[in-house]
């Protein structure tokens, strides 16, 4: 439908992301609008496209769709749309002044010939500038968003575009839409490439092929990897672009020469290489192996009657592997030390960190996610913090896209000895900042599981530092007595060394249900959290037990499991509200999942009687909590987290929440759980593997329980086979250790 009037009272506004409520006067009444509408102000005229909805609360409202304007063309019209805030410095007295003096004519005069409002009482040379600038910004930001518009860009697209390009927006989108895709958050190559057809841009057009690649490119990195062999992507940009091959070498070459990628034959293999991920392998190498130069053997003397020492202190034995790793924390410019769950990390964590203050080291300690670095600060009972903070992130741009670290090279991290835990989730670009922030002399400790999952980003940097042998590693076998008697623990240790778990065993924490068709498998799960788990292990549905899939699609996935679970232990309520976002209906109460990184998201404390009692920003990938209110006046969701950390979240900013009664296995790296249950049933064999399994059942601290298929969990069991990620870490500290030789 299409309705016209002019717009009487700005109701709400989101500045951040143009949603607005508005009453418009049509010829016939005055209806409620909302929508996205920038710079939109009482007394402009709008024609709007869209369809009538009905708000729970508010009743009747005309949702925007589209929306063009102009403006006003009467004298009152003008005199209002000047008092309404439009220009910063117009006030009601001061509009009504600059109408008298110019009347219908005044918008052509403040936009064509600005200097002529010296001549209205109280407008200096200066002022008439600046109106005549903002005026103008503001013609620019209109005559932008109805081009944009004209593509099919939204309007919420539409700013941001312009906010990036400002005036040469039209020029840019006319002329390269593809810049769209590598500076605006959201907008993909796919959307470029519709944009740049419906301006007339050419298939063959070199900026197409080039962006083509560099999609390519990018799509391979979110599989993990840093490089992709070329004639894979000549064939895949073949495919992609539907152009002749020879174009795409030309584009290569030419992307090479603006070293926006690289290409280099390593061994047999000809690699390409998106830029970022050549040059920090390169400096991840280059700076690792001047670590490991950096040995200190004078802390060697005497160190056997230290650890003695120590032991009785703390009333601990360490094992012969534990005292080793002890030993080369000491001497070690670089140090890693991998280990299974049960096998003392921390306690051989502990005894360094106690061995190091005492020689008056300044220790930090960090961790690549949130949750990590909490496990890590209450398992040492020192502060952890994430790597991001650490390196004290900033953001260039509003979307948290463009990020830089204020710690690097001009501005190193001050300390002696610096410990990272969870570094199998650590991928190059980090590794590379974090190396970058490392002054000389300062000694490393890198702590992990091999065997767990690779990082979510591009890389394979645990497994790559230690294949390279390039770096003393340390790895802790033996499981300590106490750790054998967890079902849990032994059984993790067997997946891993490719042996089938022990099922059932009676009294202990590890338990099998065997459910042949995944309709079972769902109702099973069902009974589970809602009465059988929390009559057994007295626990609570929602904050205790976690129910960890391989999958993110099909009936067993995190999509399909989070409806059946919200409806099960959150269901529908008069007295709940929700919000829709997307394919995902929020409701009070539900359990969510941050799933992005924002350094800049507010949060509070609040102690027992509602009364702040801490704040400060960050929220971070894999933090859980409960949504506690949604306010639809406000456009907000609150959400309070394990941690006790309140958020609030703008509807904009949904798209960082996930229903969370389930979670990928990939999600779950890096945190604990008191109860964990994990659907088995089917999936392709790339990902129903060993790997998944083992870090599955590690994520549990107090009980596993498995359904569906004993087969298929023989068959992850059995298969080893990795996902294989194109990475040359390994390869390149080998070639830099024969360098420095």
Not at 447 to 460: C, E, I, K
Not at 595 to 605: F, H, S
């Amino acid at each position: 439908m299409v309705i016209e009037g002019t717009i009487e009272d700005i109701i709400f506004r989101n500045e951040e992301n143009g949603y607005t409520v508005c009453s418009i006067h049509t010829k016939d009444e005055e209806i409620v609008c909302v929508g996205t509408l920038f710079e939109a102000y009482p007394g402009e005229h709008l024609k709007i496209i869209g369809s009538w909805v009905t708000h729970p609360i508010y009743g009747s409202q005309f949702q925007i769709d589209t929306y063009e304007k102009t403006v006003p063309k009467t004298e009152e019209g003008i005199e209002r749309y000047l008092s309404s805030g439009v220009i910063k410095g117009i006030g009601p007295g001061l509009a009504r002044r600059i109408v008298e003096k110019f009347g219908l004519d005044t918008l052509r005069v403040i936009e064509e010939e600005w200097e002529r409002l010296e001549e209205v009482k109280g407008i200096s040379r200066q002022k008439a500038l600046q109106i005549g600038e903002i005026f103008h910004e503001q013609r620019e930001l209109r005559r932008a968003i109805l081009f944009l518009q004209d593509y099919g860009i939204s309007p919420s697209y539409a700013l941001k575009i312009y906010k990036q390009y400002g005036e040469a927006t039209i020029d840019i989108v006319k002329n390269n839409p593809y810049r769209l895709a590598e500076d605006i958050f959201g907008i993909g190559f796919k959307m470029a490439d519709q944009i740049a057809e419906t301006v007339g841009i050419g298939q063959d057009s070199p900026h197409r092929i080039k962006a083509g690649i560099k999609f390519i490119l990018n799509q391979h990195s979110n599989n993990g990897h840093t490089y992709m062999l070329r004639e894979h992507l000549v064939q895949a940009a073949h495919e992609l672009l539907g152009v002749p091959s020879e174009l795409i070498e030309n584009s290569l070459i030419e992307l090479q020469i603006y070293k926006q990628i690289w290409q280099e034959k390593i061994e047999d293999i000809e690699a390409v290489y998106l830029a970022p991920f050549y040059y920090a392998e390169m400096n991840t190498a280059r700076k690792l192996i001047d670590f490991t130069m950096m040995k200190d053997e004078t802390q060697s003397k005497g160190i056997d009657q230290r650890i003695n020492k120590l032991e009785k202190e703390k009333k601990i034995k360490l094992a012969p592997e534990q005292r080793q790793a002890v030993k080369e924390a000491m001497t070690e410019g670089v140090l890693i030390i991998t280990g299974g769950p049960g096998t003392g990390k921390t306690t051989t964590i502990n005894a360094i960190i106690s061995l190091l203050e005492e020689e008056g080291y300044d220790v930090i300690l960090a961790a690549p996610t949130g949750r990590a670095a909490k496990r890590m600060s209450e398992a040492t009972g020192k502060e952890a913090s994430t790597i991001h903070r650490l390196l004290e992130i900033t953001f260039l741009d509003e979307d948290n896209k463009k990020q830089i670290f204020e710690r690097n090279e001009e501005r190193p991290l001050e300390a002696d000895v610096i410990i990272i835990d969870e570094v199998s989730m650590v991928d190059i670009l980090l590794m590379n900042s974090l190396l970058k922030a490392v002054a000389p002399g300062t000694r490393l400790i890198f702590v992990g599981d091999v065997d767990q999952l690779p990082s979510v980003g591009p890389g394979n940097v645990l497994k790559d530092m230690i294949r390279s042998e390039t770096i003393k590693v340390v790895r802790l076998t033996e499981v300590f007595r106490q750790a054998r008697e967890s079902a849990i623990i032994m059984n993790a240790h067997r997946i891993n060394k490719g042996e089938y778990p022990v099922l059932n065993e009676k009294d202990k924490d590890f338990f099998f249900m065997k459910r042949s068709i995944q309709d079972e498998v769902i109702e099973t799960i069902k009974q589970l959290v809602q009465k059988r788990l929390p009559s057994f292990a007295n626990c609570d549905p929602i904050k205790d037990i976690q129910v960890l899939t391989p999958m993110r699609k099909g009936p067993l996935g995190v999509e399909s499991l989070n409806t059946v679970l919200q409806q099960a232990l959150n269901p529908p309520s008069s007295k709940k509200r929700e919000k829709e976002y997307r394919t995902t209906l929020f409701r009070e109460g539900d359990k969510v999942m941050q799933i992005k990184n924002n350094y800049n998201m507010p949060w509070k404390i609040y102690n027992d009687l509602g009364i702040r009692i801490d704040e400060g920003v960050g929220v971070f990938n894999g933090d859980a909590g409960s949504i506690q209110e949604i306010d639809e006046e406000a456009q907000t969701l609150t959400v309070l987290f394990d941690d006790l950390k309140t958020v609030e979240y703008d509807f904009s900013q949904l798209d960082e929440l996930e229903l969370a009664y389930a979670v990928t296995i990939h999600k779950s790296q890096g945190s604990e759980y008191p109860i964990v249950i994990i659907p088995i049933h089917s999936g392709p064999p790339m990902l129903m593997n060993r790997n998944l399994l083992y870090t599955a059942v590690t994520r549990a601290k107090k009980l596993v329980v498995i359904v569906g298929l004993q087969s298929t969990l023989h068959r992850m069991v059995d298969n080893n086979r990795e996902i294989n990620r194109y990475s040359s870490l390994a390869y390149r500290l080998k070639k830099m250790k024969e360098l420095s030789s």
